[in-house]
């Protein structure tokens, strides 16, 4: 089964533990304000790449990847469930860790019985999946990213009812996601998960700006400063307290 590639990375650091090979794939329903990738949106790019191709990449500087592996992101990789399907049978008959980058979009658009039968079986090939939760608002979800959340947030307890290592990942952009009383709710909301193994608070940045330009569309963020890193710490925190409070509840 061919996947939709937008491009390959031979050196990922931030993409889960380790050096990573990390595949980008193209096509994506989100339509995240502050996307940096609106090139992979397109569900018709990219290039057709078999997964035997991808583990051949790979295998080239096997010697980089101890400790780490392959990383598949996107784009939306589970808009592309049967390719994965292959590319993590493969990896896992070569004892290769694996991991998806997902936004979580696809679970409820594609939640039919045969789709949902396909994910079950991926997930037994994954062992990790770091989750870019982007608004527990709904109605701030919609305005940030075009789309609803209760299938992304539905996701997350998928996951930690298969048992799959979940790393989540949330971006926190000044005036729309740095609020404390927010934060400390989505720490709550996480904190139930017995499955997580990680946070990545992100800090916002601009440098997509220059991309918009340059494809000629418009920054929707455009004015919106960076993050200062200092204060993503202090939100980080609290985000942590929040996920503090959940757990001991469920001690009680």
């Known amino acids: 089964m061919k996947g939709r590639i937008h491009s390959l990375e031979s050196f990922g650091t931030v993409d889960g533990p380790g050096v990573r090979f990390v ?25 057709l790449m078999e997964p035997s191709y991808i583990i051949e990449q790979y295998e080239r500087n ?104 979940m790393w989540i990942r949330h971006v926190i952009v000044p005036g729309l996601t740095d609020d404390d009383e927010y934060l400390f709710q989505l720490g709550y909301f996480i904190g139930e998960f017995t499955n997580l193994k990680a946070l990545d608070a992100l800090p916002y940045h601009t440098m997509g700006e220059s991309k918009y330009e340059k494809l000629g569309m418009e920054y929707k963020l455009k004015g919106v400063p960076a993050m200062d890193k200092n204060v993503l710490l202090e939100k980080k925190e609290i985000i942590l307290n929040g996920i503090r409070k959940r757990r001991a509840e469920l001690k009680e």
């Not at 329903?29 to 992979?40: I, L, S």
């Open 23 to 47: 595949v980008f794939v193209q096509g994506c329903p989100m339509r995240c304000a502050y996307c940096h990738n609106p090139d992979t949106w397109d569900m018709n790019g990219g290039t």
């Open 62 to 165: 096997i010697s980089f990847y101890k400790g780490g592996g392959i990383t598949v992101t996107g784009g939306e990789p589970l808009m592309q469930v049967d390719f994965l399907l292959d590319l993590f049978t493969l990896a896992k008959e070569k004892g290769i860790h694996t991991c998806i980058d997902s936004s979580g979009i696809a679970y409820k658009q594609n939640a039919n019985p045969e789709w949902l039968a396909k994910l079950d079986k991926l997930m037994t090939l994954t062992d990790l999946v770091m989750l870019d939760i982007k608004h527990i608002d709904p109605e701030k979800h919609k305005e940030l990213t075009s789309q609803p959340n209760d299938g992304i947030l539905a996701f997350a307890k998928y996951l930690n009812e298969k048992n799959v290592d």
